[in-house]
T-cell receptor, first 115, second 110 residues
Framework: ETGVTQTPRHLVMGMTNKKSLKCEQH?????MYWYKQSAKKPLELMFV???????ENNSVPSRFSPECPNSSHLFLHLHTLQPEDSALYLC??????????????FGEGSRLTVL | GENVEQHPSTLSVQEGDSAVIKCTYS??????FPWYKQELGKRPQLIID?????GEKKDQRIAVTLNKTAKHFSLHITETQPEDSAVYFC?????????FGPGTRLSVLP
């Protein structure tokens, strides 16, 4: 097991639904991230948390709401999404938030389909 | 901000041949360049990285070269095998966050 676990692996929701994605890391890391992966596009950084404090929000629409109750858990709350939000959402963690100090450890991702 | 371009977007090679993927970056302050491999339906995983104080790094069949002056770096895979088939992402970091390239889909044909 990789140490970064995401649930659910697949999610289908309507545009009026409210759902949440969950990420848990067992690596003792201090930084956690949400990335969006769409077909034929670079990985897009959405949010960064360092010691459970949000340090970056990359102009993400408010229909995506992150929550980091502690340094091991990260949530992405979803509401009134659009079909173009359909993508693979990847959680990642690293030892430190400074991105040139080491490896990003990714979860398997949550495949989201918005109908 | 940083912009990372990656070429080619798709690459097919015969098993046993070499594969080369190239990336360019725009921010001269970037000093860390990792490469991630993502197999179909799997998570991206780090396969090799290089820092700006080094020009080349090798790990078995995989090597990465960096040209700071030209702001480009490349991934070289020798003696390719079917299990090398995946999407490869380069990234550049100046310490703030990673900026990923769009990815290269490598297919190794038996």
């Amino acid at each position: 097991e990789t140490g970064v676990t995401q649930t659910p692996r697949h999610l289908v929701m309507g545009m009026t639904n409210k759902k949440s994605l969950k990420c848990e890391q067992h690596l003792g890391h201090n930084a956690m991230y949400w990335y969006k992966q769409s077909a034929k596009k670079p990985l897009e950084l959405m949010f960064v948390y360092n010691f459970k404090e949000q340090t970056e929000n990359n102009s993400v629409p408010s229909r995506f709401s992150p929550e980091c109750p502690n340094s091991s858990h990260l949530f992405l709350h979803l509401h009134t999404l659009q079909p173009e939000d359909s993508a693979l959402y990847l959680c990642a963690s690293s030892q430190e938030v400074r991105a040139n100090t080491g490896e990003l450890f990714f979860g398997e991702g949550s495949r989201l389909t918005v109908l | 901000g940083e912009n990372v371009e990656q070429h080619p977007s798709t690459l097919s090679v015969q098993e046993g041949d070499s594969a080369v993927i190239k990336c360019t970056y725009s921010d001269s302050a970037s000093n860390y360049f990792p490469w991630y491999k993502q197999e179909l339906g799997k998570r991206p995983q780090l396969i090799i990285d290089i820092r700006s104080n080094v020009g080349e790094k090798k790990d078995q069949r995989i090597a990465v070269t960096l040209n700071k002056t030209a702001k480009h770096f490349s991934l070289h895979i020798t003696e390719t095998q079917p299990e090398d088939s995946a999407v490869y992402f380069c990234a550049a970091s100046n310490g703030q966050n990673f900026v990923f390239g769009p990815g290269t889909r490598l297919s190794v044909l038996p």
